[in-house]
């Protein structure tokens, strides 16, 4: 896929990059696990975006939008 050749681009130029991919597989595990768990505060409607040089985060409320279909109203 088209993603994939440019994760590959950007490996072969910039390393570092695949650290920053293995940080979002966790991010992606811990939420999987809290809900499984029903535990914790998921992002559900929420978007966390992550600053790897300044080692800040922050989180967007991200609202639905009615004619998605994938989160919109059910027809």
Same mark, same amino acid.
């Given at each position: 896929s088209g993603r994939d050749v440019l994760q590959n681009l950007l490996l072969r130029f910039y390393p570092e990059v +695949?650290?920053? @991919?293995?940080? +979002?597989?966790?991010?992606? @595990?811990? +939420? =999987?696990?809290?809900?499984? =768990?029903?535990?914790?505060?998921? %992002?559900?409607?929420? %978007? %966390?975006?992550?600053d790897g040089l300044r080692m800040e985060h922050q989180v967007f409320s991200i609202p639905k939008d009615p004619s998605c279909p994938a989160c919109g109203r059910k027809k």
């Open positions: +695949e650290l920053l @991919a293995k940080c +979002e597989d966790v991010l992606q @595990a811990v +939420e =999987a696990i809290k809900y499984l =768990a029903g535990i914790g505060e998921n %992002l559900k409607g929420r %978007l %966390l975006i992550f």
